[in-house]
């Protein structure tokens, strides 16, 4: 058995000032987005092989919200349950990335 993860995704809740020309991933309801992602890797039985984290900033906040990949290293912006949906199962399920959620 290995240790770790296939995948460990980080999804950025950082919350800024209503009025930080940056804006923030936090005031897009990625805390929210974030508990549905568990659940859908729960749904599918991917959840012991995948890890979903909070993170801080991850300083792409004028382009977010965004979350990352990893070990590959893949960058996505999100905004809906359809979003998410789609990473979970393009990305997790069947190793393809979104490429219309690529963060460039």
Do not use: Q
Request: net charge neutral.
């Amino acid at each position: 058995m290995s240790i770790g993860y296939e995948h460990h995704i980080f999804v950025c809740e950082n919350v800024r000032e209503p009025d930080d020309k940056r804006g923030s991933c936090g005031s897009h309801g990625t805390t929210e987005l974030r508990g549905y992602m568990k659940d859908l890797l729960k749904e599918h039985g991917l959840k012991a092989r995948n890890r979903v984290n909070k993170a801080g900033c991850l300083n792409y906040c004028e382009r977010g919200p965004v979350l990352v990949i990893y070990p590959e290293g893949t960058w996505y912006r999100f905004e809906t349950e359809a979003d998410i949906e789609e990473i979970v199962l393009t990305h997790i399920r069947d190793g393809k990335r979104v490429e219309r959620l690529l963060l460039h």
